[in-house]
C-alpha cells in the first residue's frame, strides 16, 4: 500500500510565491513518477506537473510541466524523503483551486492524495 500526503496550501495574493511538498510512504518500490494536478472551482481536474521519482537511470528526474504553468512552477524531488514539491512563483488568480499530488509506476495514477487548498486574491 502506498500513502500519499501533501501539504503546504494557503492563501497568497497575486505575484506571491508557493511551495507545496507531497511525500509518498509504505510501498514506494511500486512508485516510478509523481506529479501534480489541480482543480480550479467549475472547471476539470489538470494535470500540470510530474517527475521520474524512480525506474532507470535514463528517466530518473525527468519532469514535464505543462504550458499552463511553465516558466512559473517547478516541479522538483528529495529521494532520501520520498517527496516532491512544487514551487510556484508569479501565482495568479487563476492559480486557485485544490491541488492533488498523485503517483503510479510511470503514467498510470494509482495513488491520490486527499488536496491542498491554494487561493490567490487579487
Known amino acids: 500500500q502506498v500513502q500519499v500526503v501533501e501539504s503546504g496550501g494557503g492563501s497568497v495574493k497575486a505575484g506571491g510565491s508557493l511551495t507545496l511538498s507531497c511525500t509518498a510512504s509504505?510501498?514506494?518500490?511500486?512508485?516510478?513518477?509523481m506529479g501534480w494536478f489541480r482543480q480550479a472551482p467549475g472547471k476539470e481536474r489538470e494535470g500540470i506537473a510530474a517527475i521520474y521519482t524512480g525506474g532507470g537511470d535514463l528517466y530518473r528526474g525527468e519532469a514535464y510541466h505543462s504550458d499552463s504553468v511553465k516558466g512559473r512552477f517547478t516541479i522538483s524531488q528529495d529521494r532520501a524523503k520520498n517527496t516532491v514539491y512544487l514551487q510556484m512563483n508569479n501565482l495568479k488568480p487563476e492559480d486557485t483551486g485544490l491541488y492533488y499530488c498523485?503517483?503510479?509506476?510511470?503514467?498510470?495514477?494509482?495513488?491520490w492524495g486527499k488536496g491542498t487548498l491554494v487561493t490567490i486574491s487579487s
Open positions: 498523485a503517483a503510479g509506476p510511470s503514467c498510470a495514477v494509482e495513488y
Open positions: 509504505g510501498a514506494t518500490h511500486n512508485v516510478n513518477r
